[in-house]
């Protein structure tokens, strides 16, 4: 079992940056394939970018590639989820996920609660 809480979610200025942190409780986090996906207002969830257990290995949707950058801390149980050059379009409830296979997608396994991230323009 693995438990995910996301944090870090706020208000911010269309431009500006925020940092999600996802921390997991529970067994061998490091052997897990991380991500995030959002889910805009009246919109279907997203995906958003997976890093791979040992962070070697990052991939992103095209829509945030080279703004938003994915790391991880296996020692500190946590995923990060760097936000820059925030667009009003970003705005939406962010999710961690945890899977144990290669990839994640909408049938990982675990999945944070989401914590609301709001672009003002």
């Known amino acids: 079992q693995l438990q995910l809480v996301e944090s870090g979610g706020g208000l911010v200025q269309a431009g500006g940056s925020l940092r999600l942190s996802c921390e997991a409780s529970?067994?061998?986090?490091?052997?897990?394939?991380m991500g995030w996906f959002r889910q805009a207002p009246g919109k279907e969830r997203e995906f958003v970018g997976g890093?791979?257990?040992?962070?070697?290995?990052?991939y992103y949707a095209d829509s945030v590639k080279d703004r938003f950058t994915i790391s991880r801390d296996n020692a500190k149980n946590t995923v990060y989820l760097q936000m820059n050059s925030l667009k009003p379009e970003d705005t939406a409830v962010y999710y961690c996920?945890?899977?144990?296979?290669?990839?994640?997608?909408?049938?990982?396994?675990?999945w944070g609660q989401g914590t609301q991230v709001t672009v003002s323009s």
């Open positions: 529970g067994r061998a986090f490091s052997v897990y394939t």
């Open positions: 890093i791979s257990y040992s962070g070697g290995h990052t």
């Open positions: 996920v945890a899977d144990r296979r290669k990839s994640v997608d909408e049938g990982s396994e675990y």
